[in-house]
Each structure stands twice: as C-alpha cells, then as structure tokens.
C-alpha cells in the first residue's frame, strides 16, 4: 500500500506553485526506499489524475453534492475514481481498500472513510459507462474533459481550430506518452546492443537516427545514457531542431535563445560539424543542466552558455541563425506533462503571448541580415503562434517568412493560419509543435 499512500501524499501537496508532481515523487521513492512495483503504481496513480483531473472531479461531484469532504479526502476519492477507471494490471478491490484504509489512519479523516467508500463502490459498479459519457459527449466541454484539456483553454482552442479539427486533435491527446530515443552519430549499432541485452523493445522510426520504445523510461535507466550514446527527445522537438541544420549557411554563430536543458543544442552540435552555438537561459539550474548535457554528448567545447534574461543578454557576435523556443503555455504536450496546464490561467496565458512578441521581437533584432530566425513553441494556439508572428512581421517589413520549409505527410503536419507549422500529437512519440521560419532580408 506504499505506492497508494506516496500518490495521496503528493497529490495532497501544492501542485500549483510548489515543485512538480514527478519530482516530488522521485525525492519521496528516494526518501522512503520504496520498491519498483509501488513507485510505478504511485507514478501511475498522480499520472492519471493529473492527466484528467476535471473529468474525475466532474464525476466524483455527480456523487457527492450533498457532502463537502476535506481536501484529503476529496483527493482520495479522485484518485480511486481515476484508478478505478484507467488502471489496467492493478485490482480494483485493493484500490479501493488502499484507500479506505489510508483515511482510517488519519484522525481527521477517519469518519469520512465510509463515504469515500460508499462513492467507490458506486464507481465500481457503473464502470466503463461512465467515460462512455464523456467519450460520446456533443458538447466541446465533454469533449475536453475526456481528453485532458483545462476548460479555461476552450475559447482560445476553438479560435485555432475548426469543431472537426478538435475533435481529431482531443483524440490524439489520448494517446500514451512513450518515449523516442535520439542516438548520437555512429552509435545505432551499439544502442540496439543495449536495448536488446536490457530486453526492452524498440523499432526504428521513420525519423533518421531514431529509436522509438513502446515505454516510457527514464534516461538513466538505460545503459549507456551517460556516455552521450543517446538522448530521450519527443520526436516533434527533433523535428523542429532539425530545421537548423537544413537552413543554417555554415558560417557564423547559432544562437539559442531560450536553450532550456540544452537537448536541442546538442541535437544542433551533433548534427552540424564545426557549428558553433551560443545558449541563453533565464533559469540558472536549467543552464547547469545544459552544461552537463553538452558535456555528456561531448560538444561543449563548440558552446558558450549565459544564464540571464534573453530580453537583455548580448551575443559574443551577430548571429547568422537564431533559434527561439519560446516560453508557452506547453499545449502540445499536456499528454506528456500534464501537470503543467492546472498552473495556469487567462492571466498566465496573456502574460506569456506578450513575452513571446517580446522575445520574437530581439531574435529579430539580434540576427544579422541574410539570416533566419526560428520561432518555436510546443503550443497547439493560435494566440502564442501565428498571431505572434504576424504582429512581429508587420512591424518589420525586412523579414519574411519562408515558405515551404517543411516537407510534411500525412496527420502530424497542419499548415498554420496563415504562418508556420503545425506538428500535431498523432502517435506516441510526438508532442505537439509550432514552427516558423523568418528571413531577415
């Protein structure tokens, strides 16, 4: 019962302002020594409920309108609505029992255990019908809630997207979240070595250079990981960092103006011979993780990396390519990351369009004439895309977007309206993208 009782203690926590679920659950697996098997049911447990804590809270409401529980309660009750309705290879009954018995140990909870319990056995015996409701729903609210998306973001999805176009994006952010794997040059044989003594199944995607895992693992799991052999990467960002090699002259400096974690400053260095780039990151712990990534991939000696605000941070040259993954609201990977979308709101969402002009503003700015800058975002709205770089481009009529700078097929690619490129979440190994790629004449 560790496994129920660590999901409760996090989900229980500040999840809006306090660290992320999934780092609280690996200091608390370190902390408590807990065993494979309840850290993967502890993960599974905060993964569904975060994924899709509306819909649960939607349900767990239709059952108790005449109760108002205490927090901890409440969670319990929408964590068993969740497991009871998405695990798999767990027993329902010993759900439910975890629970109970997690509240019979509390002072403070122990008299609302038989509610609790009374609420799961009414789920456990409706069963599946429950989500066939939301599946089936006509409204676009229904809609939502079953695949995960916050109600507050409805208006500004539906200005991105026709009714037909939601409803094909809201089924593919059903799809499990697994991981791809990016293998460094020279090194497919050697990784296909390792997955096969580790027994852990792959195939090759059609993406060059790329595994996909029908899992979801964790880098350091996998031999080989801290020998810069491979990189765990959505295969929507390998996409879009892609593009700077396909458009970078060879000369000059590539700045990375938001570089984050430094994955797709490496997947730059390694794709490009003798580039060299230069990494921006406001966060200074993210900029510490750049530098051990590009030092675990071996191309740091290529790389200067600045933690400080890219709104204010001065290049050690003019660069000839800029590449800006903007800070977004990170719709196009709420499957993936799904804590992040119950932190925001309206307010936050505005706040970060304006930032996003802001930034596009000095990529453009920074970049020497002839050069191309590309705007990224892992956003699906139309608000922190399009609209963005169409303001940008009206006030500087030197820059140009450049057409047809992706060769798409099939359901993962929608042209934006009018500007960029849309990589959509259609499998498991894709998250959702923006790309637009701006010449400055």
Request: net charge positive; with cysteine.
């Amino acid at each position: 019962m560790r496994g129920i009782e660590a999901a409760l203690k996090v989900l229980t926590s500040d999840l809006n302002t306090g660290p992320f679920a999934s780092e609280q659950l690996r200091k608390l697996a370190d902390r408590e020594k807990m065993n494979a098997p309840d850290i993967s049911l502890a993960s599974s447990l905060v993964y569904i409920v975060m994924r899709r804590k509306e819909l649960w809270e939607k349900i767990a409401d239709d059952y108790l309108t005449k109760n108002k529980l205490p927090p901890q309660v409440y969670m319990s009750v929408i964590m068993g609505i969740g497991g009871l309705l998405e695990l798999r290879r767990f027993s329902g009954g010993v759900l439910v029992n975890g629970i109970i018995q997690q509240l019979r140990k509390r002072r403070d909870t122990a008299k609302y255990a038989s509610v609790a319990n009374a609420v799961l056995h009414k789920i456990t015996e409706t069963g599946s019908g429950l989500l066939d409701k939301f599946r089936a729903s006509p409204s676009v609210n229904g809609r939502a809630m079953y695949a995960g998306v916050p109600v507050w973001s409805l208006p500004a999805w539906s200005r991105t997207w026709s009714r037909a176009e939601l409803n094909d994006i809201f089924a593919m952010m059903l799809n499990p979240s697994y991981s791809a794997l990016r293998v460094s040059p020279g090194k497919s044989q050697e990784l296909a070595g390792i997955l096969d003594a580790q027994e852990i199944h792959y195939h090759v995607s059609e993406l060059s250079g790329t595994f996909r895992l029908n899992q979801s693992v964790l880098p350091s799991g996998i031999k080989g990981f801290n020998e810069g052999i491979f990189t765990v990467q959505s295969e929507g960002s390998m996409i879009a960092a892609s593009l700077v090699k396909k458009f970078y002259g060879g000369k000059g400096l590539i700045l990375d103006m938001c570089s984050g974690r430094g994955v797709k400053a490496g997947q730059i260095l390694q794709d490009i011979d003798g580039a060299n780039i230069e990494c921006w990151e406001l966060s200074e712990n993210r900029s510490k993780s750049a530098v051990h990534e590009l030092q675990r991939l071996g191309v740091s000696e290529r790389a200067v990396l600045k933690a400080g605000d890219a709104k204010t941070l001065e290049p050690d040259s003019v660069p000839s390519f800029v590449m800006l993954d903007a800070p977004c609201s990170g719709s196009g990977t709420w499957t993936r990351k799904p804590e992040s979308k119950w932190r925001l709101d309206w307010q936050k969402f505005d706040n970060l369009v304006m930032t996003q002009k802001k930034l596009l503003e000095r990529a453009v700015n920074l970049c020497a004439s002839g050069g191309h800058i590309l705007y990224i975002t892992c956003s699906l709205l139309k608000q922190e895309n399009e609209n963005t770089v169409a303001e940008v481009l009206a006030d500087n009529p030197d820059c140009i977007e450049v057409s047809n700078f992706i060769e798409w097929k099939g359901n993962a690619f929608r042209k934006g309206k009018p500007y960029g490129v849309y990589i959509l979440p259609a499998d498991s190994w894709l998250d959702g993208f923006y790309c637009s790629l701006i010449m400055k004449r």
